[in-house]
């Protein structure tokens, strides 16, 4: 099973990103998804969460409104579109898989199994 994220770039405060992750080798369809992130010097945090099939979607308060996460699961695609960047999001940005279907959702990084290698996001003032 693998997990890839693209995405991830520099850029200036206040413009938009989106990031992807594609899954091969089970059916992450069935999984809740997350992504985390890990700046410098700093603890990985949950950044937002998705069902299954998209139903609930959870998020971190301090991108609640700027960020929105998504999935396309005939694509086998997480998405996390992010706008009004701010340099406090800067950090390498991580997706995430349980490996077991569920009908919920976490924001529990211990509750995840699979992991990409994640994407780098610089936001610059």
């Known amino acids: 099973a693998q997990l890839v994220e693209s995405g991830g770039a520099s850029v200036q405060a206040g413009v938009s990103l989106r990031l992807s992750c594609v899954g091969s080798?089970?059916?992450?369809?069935?999984?809740?998804m997350a992504w985390f992130r890990q700046a410098p010097g700093k603890d990985r945090e949950f950044v937002a969460a998705i069902s299954w099939n998209g139903g609930r979607t959870a998020y971190v308060e301090s991108v609640k409104g700027r960020f929105t996460i998504s999935r396309d699961n005939a694509q086998n695609t997480l998405y996390l579109q992010m706008n009004s960047l701010k340099p406090e999001d800067t950090a390498v940005y991580h997706c995430?898989?349980?490996?077991?279907?569920?009908?919920?959702?976490?924001?529990?990084?211990?509750?995840?199994?699979?992991w990409g290698q994640g994407t780098r996001v610089t936001v610059s003032s």
């Open positions: 080798g089970l059916p992450f369809t069935n999984f809740p």
């Open positions: 995430a898989s349980w490996s077991t279907p569920y009908y919920g959702l976490s924001n529990s990084s211990q509750d995840y199994t699979y």
